[in-house]
């Protein structure tokens, strides 16, 4: 057969920055932070992120004044003085040594308490200069909060479970109507998930399970319990949080049995549950905004991928763009209507699509008026019926679960199976609810590489890839030509496709073959050849994303020309080393959003607007 003419109409590099986006945004200098609390530039360091992360929760979280608050605050010891990070004062007092109230000390996350320098001694003569100070907190490799007591005529600090909140003179008692959503989760999760894995011997991905199971129960808790379970007192013993928890967790296994085998415990000891507890008990991982309960999450799951089948994450911005162009190709009530649209990733890893899919179904359905719990019961309605995954890694199958629970639901549509195996040798509950020709999106970024090299011949019989333009059947394929195949096998005739492919598919004169019967298969609607930092530091393969529309029978034997989007998005957000790539002024100024957060130089979001502009002009939707 010959090639239709596809002719490209778009092509995204570098969008100017105009007057209007000068008005929401704000530039510093490179190597600089601003502090969240005086607004000042400070010098951008580990440690300093992490204060400033700190010095957020302050305000966001526990609802201090900026005002009452002071960074670097100095304390007089003696004749020497010394710098206090963070300092909140007994409010609306002057910010002298005599007021202080609260005393806070942060290190980087790897300083331990025990540390001779940096430790708890560190904060010890800070408590013991400042008379007044009646609470202190330290974060460093763990979050841990103190009153100040006196021994023998000596000041000094017993362990609490937290400071107390604004107004308040005790540490807090936690109820569904005092919990606050996170703003500093990352660290949170990170801190607990290496808590586990340093105090109880546990390997990385056992500890990972465990404090799963406690962010499930803490989910649970706040969406179902009369009253809220998952707190600890500083007056109670561990054996009553255990009990509390435990009779949650048996709820939670029978909520979700496809998760939990139903025969599991919390296997931690007392003195890690206590201060998980303890580092949790204060947020509403229900309210927590999604970007951020998304980012910690994958913080922790990170560390626990492997990649010795070609598993990392899709970044977010990946899924997102890929999600807004597929989505723009429907009616935007299709899309938000329970039953209306199915979609699909056969290979769904940490669920990094899904979730975008989630996200955006959330921000149309608040665009129709909904909200709060309206809007909250109509995203899980739409999940549960719209969305849908498969994966064969049973570990990575739990992970995104647990992702959808955290995001909205949809997490008893993802199962545990081989996508590229003969159906018929499925699980009874995959088969019925997984069929061919069923959905309206597929959209997937399945594993690459010559290394996981197909070659049951089981497997490879039921594909058309393997016999075409071949003398003789192919005896093995790399996975990702297989899942091409596969995923037309799920989409219904003029449903979409959305895949995630090394750029050897598209230009390898070797592959010519697969091109052609690709585009004897769909309709090719989008190209984007993504940057070569896209899936950097995990693995440099070139990439590009394809969205096709499958053809129906009788459309596979006409040759037409037609036009379609392709894009060339030069930046994605980060280096070839993983770290951010921050938007910067002509003269090299860091610029900020509203949030006052660095605004990372992404052309992706960039690609969607113009692929909706090209859809509308198209009237394609």
Not at 91 to 103: F, G, P, R, S, V
Not at 437 to 460: C, H, K, R, S, Y
Request: include cysteine; charged fraction near 30%; proline fraction near 5%.
């Amino acid at each position: 057969m010959s090639y239709p003419a596809i002719k490209g109409c778009e092509k995204v590099s570098e969008r100017k920055t105009t007057d209007d986006d000068d008005e929401e945004l704000e530039v510093i200098p490179a190597g600089k932070i601003k502090c969240f609390i005086t607004g000042k530039l400070r010098k951008d360091t580990p440690e300093e992120r992490i204060r400033q992360d700190v010095a957020r929760s302050l305000v966001e979280e526990y609802g201090y004044e900026k005002s009452d608050i002071e960074v670097e605050f100095s304390v007089k010891m003696g004749r020497a003085r010394k710098r206090a990070d963070i300092v909140i004062f007994y409010e609306k007092k002057a910010h002298t040594q005599e007021n202080a109230y609260i005393i806070i000390e942060v290190k980087t996350e790897k300083v331990k308490p025990s540390d001779r320098k940096e430790g708890i001694n560190q904060l010890k003569t800070y408590v013991a200069a400042c008379l007044n100070c009646s609470f202190a907190l330290w974060v460093g490799n763990e979050r841990l909060a103190f009153k100040i007591i006196k021994v023998k005529g000596k000041r000094d600090i017993e362990e609490i479970s937290d400071i107390p909140k604004r107004g308040e003179t005790t540490a807090p008692r936690y109820t569904k109507g005092t919990l606050v959503p996170a703003v500093e989760l990352k660290q949170v999760f990170k801190r607990t998930h290496n808590y586990i894995y340093a105090n109880q011997g546990l390997q990385k991905d056992k500890a990972f399970e465990e404090l799963q199971k406690l962010i499930f129960i803490k989910v649970y808790d706040e969406q179902y319990s009369p009253r809220l379970q998952f707190y600890i007192s500083d007056d109670e013993e561990t054996s009553d949080l255990r009990e509390r928890l435990t009779e949650v967790f048996k709820k939670v296994q029978s909520r979700y049995k496809y998760i939990f085998k139903g025969d599991e415990k919390i296997e931690l000891n007392d003195t890690i549950l206590r201060y998980i507890a303890k580092e949790l008990q204060r947020f509403s991982l229900v309210e927590t905004e999604t970007d951020i309960k998304g980012e910690a999450y994958e913080e922790i799951v990170g560390p626990n991928l492997r990649g010795d089948r070609g598993e990392f994450f899709t970044a977010r911005n990946v899924c997102k763009m890929t999600i807004g162009m597929l989505f723009s190709l429907f009616p935007e009530e299709k899309v938000t209507s329970p039953g209306a649209l199915k979609l699909l990733d056969p290979a769904v890893g940490t669920g990094g699509f899904l979730i975008a899919s989630v996200q955006k179904i959330k921000q149309l359905t608040e665009k129709r008026g909904f909200k709060y719990d309206r809007l909250r019961d109509l995203v899980r309605e739409v999940s549960n019926t719209n969305l849908f995954g498969i994966d064969f890694n049973p570990f990575l199958v739990k992970v995104a679960q647990m992702n959808m629970v955290m995001h909205g639901d949809g997490s008893a549509n993802i199962f545990q199976t081989n996508s590229l195996e003969n159906p018929s040798n499925w699980r009874d509950d995959v088969k019925n609810a997984i069929k061919f020709e069923e959905f309206d999106i597929v959209v997937t970024n399945p594993p690459f590489g010559t290394q996981a090299l197909i070659d049951n011949t089981d497997i490879l019989d039921q594909y058309e890839l393997t016999k075409i333009d071949a003398k003789s059947p192919r005896t093995s394929l790399p996975p990702e030509q297989l899942f091409i195949e596969r995923c037309l096998d799920f989409l219904k005739p003029g449903g979409f496709l959305g895949i995630v492919l090394p750029d050897s598919i598209l230009s390898n004169p070797g592959l010519t073959w697969i091109r052609k019967w690709i585009l004897k298969k769909t309709y090719m609607i989008a190209s984007v050849d993504l940057p070569g930092e896209t899936f950097e530091p995990h693995t440099g393969t070139q990439t590009s994303i394809l969205i096709l529309k499958k053809k129906k029978t009788e459309q596979e034997k006409i040759t037409e020309d037609y036009e379609a989007f392709m894009a060339l998005p030069e930046k994605v957000g980060h280096d070839r080393r993983g770290n951010p790539l921050i938007k910067t002024t002509p003269d090299g100024k860091r610029i900020l959003d509203t949030n006052n957060n660095p605004v990372l130089d992404d052309h992706l979001p960039i690609v969607t607007q113009k692929f909706e502009e090209w859809v509308r002009r198209k009237g394609m939707a």
